[in-house]
């Protein structure tokens, strides 16, 4: 019923990391821009000289690292970025945003201004940005900043009043300073709750995860992990997955199977949501921070008191020989799960990485059944951050050593394997029967989706690409590090 939902009222937008709660990088579109370029910037500048682009809608300048995947919906584009482009008047230096533009023009609309936590990069690393993908649904904007603060947005922003919390001057104020003045541009909170004040989490570096909306419910990893000696876990008994209504920000359930105990670094990942079938109840999937895959009951329970997300199997992510005596980052030690799971052709795709500052290192691609068992297992793939793409009957999963695999859906069987020569961090997307993938050089390839390997185009942008491709209304929109491209499919 809820998939239904999603394809019926946003089937043109991307509403979503992953489009719908199931995760899957798969557009609906079926026309999509062939051929375009998205030109140079002028000569010592970041400026992009539009007369050398081709195709090109509009461009906008964000921050100076994006790490935020766009969101797009009902004409309006949002992306996380940090503050360096300096948009908003009187606020200058180190902030975490998420800007809202005009689909049709480019304009800036509005704002999420977030100051950055006192406690510095060990938990919001200096000049990352907003690393959360926003999950919108009707007219609500859902995203989680970089302070670990779960945050209930106004799409309008402030142009229809101030509504839900009447506190944005002080949520702006950065450590010293008092309360901002609220302008018309700034975001309207509607509810926020901090998670480490009010779970004592311990954020890793930043705070990364994607919110899932399952009916009246809100999903959202914590983002908990260790301190800055990579040694010791704060908060060993906060929880790694949460739940929220979504309309008044009360916390109505927590995971309490001991995640935060055994974290080799951080929770990370985005939660799930397997429908019901097969005799298998709905299920919100995790991929956590102990390397486990782990399947919880959608409906809280009550234990001891406490409002709890009822576990219903888990699954190593990694194979036995990565465990044993193996010391953590190792090449081929045990890593977590970054990359959101994908539920698609009736299994549960995960593939296990590790912070890129570690490094390459040895990985797994799992399809696991969703009664928790697993179907195959692909070693041949190294550490990735990036979530993977299934369409007819293959998965595409991309590495942060640079290379994409395509696998057999069904067998894990290897396909072929295209290296890109530097590293990936965004993730494979499929639309219009080609395979999208932007990397670190700033290069985004396109391929033909199939079982046999064929490169359609190399298109240069003048900066790295971290982010994922997103397709909506027969345009395209990428996100490099510096600048938000929205190209013309018609």
């Not at 089937?11 to 990088?25: E, H, I, K, S, V």
């Not at 490094?359 to 696991?368: D, I």
């Amino acid at each position: 019923m809820i998939l239904v939902l999603w394809a019926a009222s946003w089937a043109a937008d991307w509403p979503a990391w992953g489009l719908t709660p199931q995760r899957n990088m798969v557009s609906v579109e079926k026309k999509v821009p062939k051929a375009f370029d998205p030109g140079r910037f002028k000569p010592g500048t970041d400026e992009v000289d539009v007369s050398t682009a081709r195709g090109l809608r509009w461009v906008a300048k964000v921050g100076s690292q994006t790490y935020g995947n766009p969101t797009v919906v009902d004409g309006r584009v949002y992306v996380g970025t940090n503050n360096q482009a300096e948009r908003r008047p009187g606020i200058s230096g180190d902030y975490s945003v998420v800007m809202t533009f005009d689909d049709r023009s480019g304009e800036l609309l509005w704002q999420l201004t977030v100051p950055k936590m006192g406690s510095g990069k060990v938990n919001d690393w200096e000049y990352i940005g907003i690393c959360s993908s926003p999950t919108v649904v009707g007219e609500v904007v859902y995203v989680l900043s970089s302070r670990g603060e779960m945050l209930a947005l106004d799409v309008h922003g402030l142009a229809n009043g101030n509504q839900g919390m009447q506190e944005e001057g002080a949520f702006m104020a950065a450590p010293g300073r008092g309360p901002e003045e609220v302008l018309p541009m700034d975001a309207d909170i509607l509810w926020s709750y901090d998670m480490p004040e009010m779970l004592g989490v311990f954020p890793h570096n930043v705070s990364s995860s994607s919110p899932l909306i399952v009916g009246d419910k809100l999903f959202i990893s914590t983002s908990n992990g260790v301190d800055w000696s990579h040694l010791d876990l704060p908060s060993p008994f906060s929880p790694a997955l949460v739940a929220f209504d979504r309309r008044s920000g009360a916390l109505i359930g927590e995971e309490a199977v001991g995640i935060s105990e055994r974290t080799l670094h951080a929770n990370w990942s985005s939660p799930t949501w397997v429908p019901a079938g097969g005799g298998q109840p709905e299920q919100v999937v995790f991929g956590a921070g102990d390397g486990f895959l782990y399947a919880f009951e959608v409906e809280p329970v009550v234990e001891d008191g406490l409002p709890v997300l009822k576990e219903r199997w888990r699954v190593d992510a990694n194979p036995p020989e990565y465990r044993g005596d193996k010391r953590y980052p190792a090449y081929d030690g045990p890593s977590e799960l970054i990359s959101t799971p994908v539920h698609a052709e009736g299994l549960i795709y995960a593939v296990i990485g590790q912070d890129p500052e570690h490094g390459p290192g040895l990985g797994m691609l799992s399809a696991v059944r969703p009664d928790g068992t697993v179907a195959w297992q692909y070693k041949g793939i190294g550490r990735s951050i990036s979530t993977v793409a299934v369409y007819k009957g293959l998965v595409y999963a991309a590495d942060y050593e640079g290379r994409l695999h395509c696998v057999d859906a069904r067998t894990g069987a290897v396909q072929w394997v295209h290296d890109t020569g530097t590293h990936l961090w965004g993730s494979p997307v499929v639309a219009g029967g080609r395979v999208w993938l932007g990397d670190e050089d700033g290069v985004l390839t396109v391929l033909q989706a199939g079982r046999k390997l064929k490169v359609l185009q190399e298109i240069a942008f003048p900066a790295p690409i971290y982010s994922t491709p997103v397709f909506a209304n027969g345009n395209v929109y990428v996100a490099s590090q510096t600048h938000l491209y929205a190209f013309d499919g018609r």
